[in-house]
């Protein structure tokens, strides 16, 4: 069965009603990325950075996935498929997809401040400021923050490279380590980009850029893949 690996960013949510980073009025035009989303923003006052994803956190819980997470969804059952998204919303679980790599983890769990490696999920919209663990730290987003390690970043680089098609999907290409993933895959597989506005990536060879907004773009692509499939 032949793999498909996808890099998702935030355009694919986009039409599900939330914002992207850097697009206008994006998510960073509202807010010091240094006071909330960084390891000395969290130091410096932690009930500012638990508000900014509380509401974040209300936002991705009213969404609902669209055309794009549903397309990909299918793809499951034609191709081994492997999403890799930068997204810490929970779309692509909800439209069904069963492989699924937060390389920025994830707004519904929460873990330990102190200790990483205990992760819980979140009941609800909130994590209560000052709200602690078992172990008694106090708990914050389980989400990967500027300047913090990328866990996952070595198993998206491993798919990659293991690629028989490639697809990017709304993302500005702009962070790293997730940005460099398209260079793991290898340089004679077919390769896809879906975004309106999409960043250039000259130095990517069998690139076939589709400027449409995901929910057209995505669907008709998957329908392709599929077709040729069978
Ligand atoms: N369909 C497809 N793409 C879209 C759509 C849409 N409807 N709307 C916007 N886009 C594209 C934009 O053209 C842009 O290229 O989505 C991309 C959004 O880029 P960013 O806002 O930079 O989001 P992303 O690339 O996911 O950011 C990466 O940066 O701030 C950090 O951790 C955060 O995971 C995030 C990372």
Not at 10 to 30: N, P, Q
Not at 43 to 57: I, M, S, T, W
Request: glycine share 6%; aromatic share 6%; with cysteine.
């Amino acid at each position: 069965m032949k793999k498909i690996v996808i890099l998702t960013g935030a355009g694919i949510s986009a039409e599900s009603g939330l914002k992207t980073f850097r697009d206008s009025d994006g998510l960073w035009e509202g807010y010091d990325i240094n006071e909330v989303a960084t390891p000395d923003g969290w130091r410096r006052n932690p009930d500012l950075v638990q508000q900014f994803y509380n509401l974040r956190r209300k936002a991705v819980l009213d969404a609902q996935p669209n055309a794009a997470h549903r397309a990909l969804a299918k793809l499951d059952q034609y191709f081994e498929t492997v999403i890799v998204t930068q997204n810490i919303d929970n779309l692509h679980e909800q439209a069904g997809s069963k492989n699924i790599v937060h390389l920025h983890g994830i707004i519904t769990k929460s873990q330990s401040s102190l200790d990483p490696n205990l992760v819980y999920d979140i009941k609800g919209y909130e994590i209560k400021m000052g709200e602690k663990c078992e172990k008694g730290s106090q708990l914050r987003p389980h989400v990967v923050w500027f300047g913090e390690p990328v866990p996952m970043i070595e198993v998206a680089m491993l798919h990659c490279t293991e690629a028989d098609i490639f697809m990017i999907i709304g993302t500005s290409l702009a962070v790293y380590p997730a940005a460099g993933l398209i260079d793991f895959a290898p340089m004679d597989i077919p390769k896809f980009l879906v975004d309106p506005n999409a960043p250039s990536v000259s130095s990517v060879r069998n690139l076939i850029t589709v400027r449409e907004k995901a929910s057209i773009g995505v669907p008709l692509l998957v329908d392709e893949l599929i077709q040729q499939k069978a």
